[in-house]
């Protein structure tokens, strides 16, 4: 029987708190909001460290929910080892190119989420991973301010404050140290896998 789902790694809760302050900022600009998945389609990398929170948010579930959200993500896991044979020996991306990364993204971009409930929701949304947390705040480059996703298109008139920037940026150093001290303590050679992997069922 499931229990009282956990509260998520501090870390987690801050990303948390920083978008809600981020969103607060750009008057509006934000538009996620619940029934919007576009974010939820297709595979990209996660680190280990979000893998553990989802492994801990899973762990909170039904026994039925949990098996529903594992078996969509073994059924993903399989089609992408038939095209990507060299998943079966390690999940682990480290050794991976920039260009077959891409490449396996846009070969399974039609893949939602293992965890997309059918009415748009997140079955593990308290042990989201880091990235999903922080989708929908306008991304910069080169002094130029681009829409987060392919809803949020338009360029938006506010800039996100500089505050915000620097403060996104101390979070970027907290979880590659939080990263890195987990690579030391359970002796892993890897960082990120794909995001179906992580809900893989694991021993505990």
């Keep these: 029987m499931a229990g009282t789902p956990p509260d998520p790694p501090p870390l987690y809760q801050k990303t948390d708190h ?51 959200i594992e078996q969509r993500a073994i059924e993903q896991t399989a089609a992408i080892e038939a095209s990507f044979p060299q998943l079966a020996n390690t999940d682990l991306l480290d050794n991976w190119s920039d260009q077959d990364i891409d490449r396996l ?15 748009g929701r997140c079955g593990v949304y308290h042990h989201r991973p880091l990235v999903c947390r922080s989708m929908g705040i306008p991304t910069e480059a080169q002094g130029l301010a681009h829409g987060a996703c392919e809803v949020q298109t338009f360029i938006p008139i ?25 690579r030391r303590n359970t002796g892993s050679t890897g ?14």
Excluded at 30 to 53: A, E, H, N
Excluded at 105 to 116: G, N
Excluded at 158 to 182: C, G
């Design 18 to 68: 920083w978008f809600q302050r981020a969103t607060a900022a750009l008057l509006g600009e934000v538009p996620c909001k619940l029934g919007c998945t576009s974010c939820c389609i297709g595979p990209f990398p996660i680190t280990l460290l979000d893998v553990q929170t989802l492994q801990q948010g899973l762990a909170s579930l039904s026994p039925d929910h949990r098996q529903r």
């Design 105 to 119: 993204v846009t070969e399974f971009h039609h893949h939602p989420c293992p965890a997309l409930e059918t009415d």
């Design 158 to 182: 506010l800039r996100l404050p500089t505050s915000f920037r620097e403060e996104e940026e101390r979070l970027a150093q907290e979880e590659a140290a939080a990263l890195d001290a987990l």
């Design 191 to 204: 960082e990120e896998v794909f995001l179906p992997y992580g809900f893989l069922p694991r021993e505990t």
